[in-house]
């Protein structure tokens, strides 16, 4: 596994191991004794996710301020725009994000931090998102910041296009 970090502090893009010839392939998509190896990370997976979307889907960007989860989160069919945005006050990269694209193609995954905010934009017709959680879902304590929020100011890859948002995601709440 390659790990690649960001420039955000623990956020990090992972590569799997790949083998695959003309029938097709074969990857480890988790491995707990690699991850540990690769990223110095003992995590704990409690919750696995798996959403389906379409084009322009957005969602995000979310997080918890209790019970906050970790994600290791890769897309099995389509791409995204995968976003994390840095809101841990002490941290130097505090109002910071990154993005990268996830497909079923790379096979990149991205590991999200507990108590980072995180979100993604759908740019295939569809794709499939799953996501690895360190904690359980506590919609108590979610909290869920405007996609378009002008401070943290996220380059998302709309060229022109309006995104698709749930009820609780058009109304997320300034940075």
């Not at 690649?4 to 799997?16: F, G, Y």
Request: proline share 5%; with cysteine.
């Amino acid at each position: 596994m390659q790990v690649t970090a960001t420039a955000i502090a623990d956020v990090l893009l992972l590569e799997p191991r790949v083998f695959g010839d003309e029938r097709g392939f074969f990857f480890e998509s988790f491995n707990a004794r690699v991850f540990k190896e690769a990223t110095g990370l003992n995590v704990t997976f409690v919750q696995d996710n798996h959403s389906k979307s379409a084009r322009h889907v957005l969602r995000g960007m979310h997080y918890q301020t209790q019970q906050a989860q970790g994600k290791l989160v890769r897309v099995v069919a389509g791409e995204v725009f995968d976003v994390v945005a840095d809101v841990r006050p002490e941290s130097p990269t505090y109002g910071q994000w990154v993005g990268e694209i996830l497909s079923a193609q790379n096979q990149r995954q991205m590991w999200v931090p507990p108590g980072l905010a995180h979100g993604f934009l759908v740019l295939s017709e569809n794709a499939e998102f799953l996501y690895k959680t360190t904690d359980y879902y506590a919609p108590q304590f979610e909290k869920c910041i405007a996609w378009n929020d002008a401070t943290l100011n996220i380059d998302w890859p709309l060229h022109g296009a309006s995104p698709s948002l749930s009820a609780k995601d058009a109304v997320g709440h300034a940075f």
